[in-house]
């Protein structure tokens, strides 16, 4: 928790307050939203939030108490100081007093460029001082050559003495003329990864041309209510009215290259972040060959396969029947493979055998094939879990 905020209604006292985590956890989302909606705020869009309190590491955020404060830009500012280290925190809450900013858009543009300032806490170690100055005027890199040919200690003097610096309850700060740039522009937040996710999904109206800097990025998987409440932010109230693009998936490239965001819906693609969130890198491998060999046609269907990977088995790395033999005798756990025997068994025959009696092929990945009862065609559909099987059925 990077921050707990005690938010009331600045109409209404007398509706008592709600304790708001943030980053609000994705399974508590809900519940907090609807602990601000009985409090009549929590608005999407509006700043309808009055800070009670601020419990927070970051100090320098206590200057908004008493202010009113829009909750999805508290919780996107929380997502990103929660990834900042201690000379980045230094940085932001240096440069926040400074400036005096309480505003939380300009709070928010602050985290994507305070790294370019220079903050002095420890004036007992010049040397590392000016090491840090000199990677702050470099993008926060530089080469290990430049550092070991620096003078760090004559370019902390330098820096001091040249003046600029200015005294904060955080340290000693050098903004080395950095530019507080509209990166964020008080409605549509820019693309940040806060933490993993399936797949991520650029949406904007199409009544905006395709290549507009509106775009409401969506993290998928997402509860709904966050998913519909970030599209409000955007301005899409319709669903015919959405343009969605592909912008990065963790999915195996057998799913991304049959996902046309043109006929996808934002509800199937959710449900497939959803199946698909959490699974093994083994497990991924095995989504890949098993659409190879099912040929879905949409995220619904992906969705279902997903879900099912169960039914079909998967030999990774083989590529000829000697690979599955081999695979299958020495791997799979379902012999008791002896080295001393190797010489004796037919690796080509028995897996020959093995495919001859399966629904199954070869892939990039390895040899997939499906074991199930159901036909494919209602695996795909999602039917075979909604109903028993008596005796078998034929695929």
């Known amino acids: 928790m990077m921050i707990q905020a005690v938010l009331g209604n600045p109409h209404h006292p007398e509706y008592g307050v709600a304790t708001i985590p943030f980053p609000i956890p994705r399974d508590q989302y809900a519940h907090c939203m609807e602990l601000l909606a009985a409090l009549e705020i929590g608005d999407a869009v509006k700043a309808d939030c009055k800070v009670v309190e601020f419990d927070s590491a970051y100090n320098v955020l206590k200057r908004m108490e008493q202010c009113t404060v829009n909750v999805e830009e508290v919780n996107y500012l929380a997502k990103r100081l929660d990834s900042f280290n201690t000379g980045e925190a230094a ?5 926040a007093h400074k400036l005096e900013l309480f505003e939380l858009k300009d709070l928010i543009n602050l985290s994507f460029c305070c790294q370019q300032a220079t903050v002095i806490t420890d004036f007992s170690d010049l040397a590392a001082v000016g090491r840090n100055h000199y990677m702050n005027l470099h993008g926060g890199c530089a080469k290990t050559e430049e550092l070991n040919a620096l003078d760090g200690e004559e370019t902390a003097r330098r820096l001091i003495e040249n003046g600029g610096g200015t005294i904060t309850p955080y340290g000693v700060v050098y903004d080395n003329g950095m530019k507080l740039e509209p990166v964020y522009d008080g409605r549509f937040f820019p693309c940040y990864y806060y933490e993993p996710n399936a797949i991520t999904v650029a949406v904007t109206s199409k009544a905006e041309p395709e290549d507009t800097e509106h775009i409401t990025w969506l993290f998928l998987p997402m509860v709904q209510e966050e998913l519909d409440r970030a599209l409000l932010r955007g301005g899409i109230t319709d669903a015919a009215d959405v343009r969605l693009r592909l912008e990065d998936s963790q999915l195996p490239n057998e799913v991304d290259v049959l996902l046309d965001m043109e006929y996808e819906t934002l509800s199937d693609l959710n449900e497939l972040a959803e199946a698909t969130d959490g699974l093994s890198n083994a497990d991924m491998e095995k989504l890949g060959a098993v659409v190879m060999l099912a040929e879905p046609k949409s995220a619904a269907q992906i969705k279902n ?3 099912s990977l169960d039914l079909f088995d998967f030999a990774p790395g083989t590529h000829t029947p000697e690979d599955y033999g081999k695979y299958m005798i020495r791997q799979s756990g379902r012999f008791e493979y002896d080295e001393n025997l190797d010489a004796f068994y037919d690796y080509e025959k028995y897996g ?19 074991k199930g009862f159901f036909r494919m065609e209602e695996v795909l559909s999602g039917s075979q879990s909604s109903h028993m099987v ?3 059925l034929s695929r």
Do not use: K, S
């Not at 940085?91 to 440069?95: E, I, P, V």
């Not at 020959?352 to 499906?370: H, L, Q, S």
């Open 91 to 95: 940085q932001f809450q240096a440069l």
């Open 305 to 307: 396969l997903a879900e």
């Open 352 to 370: 020959t055998e093995r495919m001859n009696e399966e629904d199954g092929m070869f892939t990039d990945r390895g040899y997939v094939a499906y």
């Open 390 to 392: 008596m005796g078998g």
